[in-house]
RNA sequence: UCCGGGCUGGGGUAAUGGUAUCCUUUGGGCUUGUGGUGCCCAAGACGCGGGUUCGAUUCCCGCGCCCGGACCCA
């Protein structure tokens, strides 16, 4: 036996049934919105994340040299990709550009809770548009895919910020303030304590007056947002409160505000996002962490050898999204459903592959035997897969002129002339005869 | 990379310094004509390596994998 490699995961057909039917439901959000689906490669130049994110990123890479010498790595995001492809071809491809894709990435990290180091995402993207309808066109996206899958508003929460706010306001103090740390604090508030928040802050260049000050505008509800432009008194607080509202705003229209709540605490790896960032979060804080995020990151294109092209969007991963779904109790029942088995005794093949390939032609789920089963046997492993339906295609039946249907569920069954099954019906069954 | 808890047939378990219990499962049969009831037969396990020992599934060490957490989260 061989182990299976660390944070790599097997699924079997009842479950990946449940996986792919949570998966198709957002990609079908998607879809509805206009968003294409690409298709990537799983191996990439290792320059370009390390170019991106710095050279200690390629310990958390699945990296190494190939056959020709390359260095490579196992693509651990898609964004880089992205932008790309979109450089590659940014002459030619109309705005706004839409896209998304579904697949495995892969980080060498530790694994946790809804997080392996091969996890699924699909990541939904708009380029070449700066406006606040892209973003709440994001949000609505988002939004959509999950009540699709069956939660409420009172099972998920988008916390929106925006980057600009947080920077605008903490470059609005006196002193030398470490920007990125100050933010990384915020980011932890809520997982440390009061006194270490603060020495957090301190070690940014915070004095502890400002952190007060600091700390009282993260708390700003979404009817004080004029507060914060007072207080910096700077364009930049101005211009990044003025396009939150405007984001904000703009997802009434599309009956999604209900799921935003203004979050100035909400951080997240701000690295290379610009403008308005959100996660999703389990609204009774029984997943500890963030299910999803996203926002807007204007600097990549042009950051990857483009022309600037303002971008927005998020990506979903399964991990998380699944622990979601179960804790709201929206998880796709993980069972195996066949619509036919079709049931020979004795020498029938030639009548139940009619039958059998006609059912199929219709679009079901159609098993026969492939293993000379006996009678028994046979209905046993029809129950195994949860079929509904039985056709019993046997000698004595034919010899009347007959199959017998037969309702798994119930037990019941019934003759019905071989010449008018499966007849003109798209999905007949037992009650269609009865 | 670090911390804590685990690891016995496919799944769930019992006992044990002398090769392992029970349930379930899987395959076949009773039954070329009736599953989700029964009976019979069969298959299938001590994560891997090393050490201590006459003998290790059991005790010790290392590694692997699983679960949870820290760090990180592009």
Redesign the pocket.
Known sequence: ?Y???????DFYPEEMQSRRQVMDTVESAARRHGFREIGTPALESAEM?AD??GEE?LE??YAFEDKGGRQVALT??L?PTVARMVVARQQELSKPIKWMSTRPFW?Y???????FREFYQTNIDIFGSSEPTADAEILAVAATALTDLGLTGEDFDFRVSHRDILGGLLASFEGDIDTEAAI?AVD?RA??DADEYADLLTDAGLTTAQIDDFDALLETGEDGLDELIEFAGTDRVESAVENLQAVLDATVDLGVREYCTLSLTTA?????YTGVVFECFDSTGEI??SVF?GGRYDDLIEGFGGQPTPAVGFAPGYATLSLLCQRAGVWPEESLSTDYYVLQ???TRDVAARIAGQLRDRGHVVESDV?G?????Q??????INAETVV?V??????DGNV?L??????D?IAVPVDSFPGGDDRPTYDDFA
Do not use: C, H, N, W
């Open positions: 036996m182990d299976r490699i660390k944070g790599f995961r994340y991106k994110s990123i958390e890479l651990p995001e964004t980080r990290e530790q694994v946790q809770q809804g997080r990384r932890k997982k440390i997240r790896g701000l690295d290379y500890s962490r995020g005794v004795g020498d293993s089963r006996s009678f028994g046997a209905l046993d492993y029809a129950d195994s019993i046997g000698e004595q039946d034919l010899a017998t037969k309702d798994m569920e119930s037990g069954q």
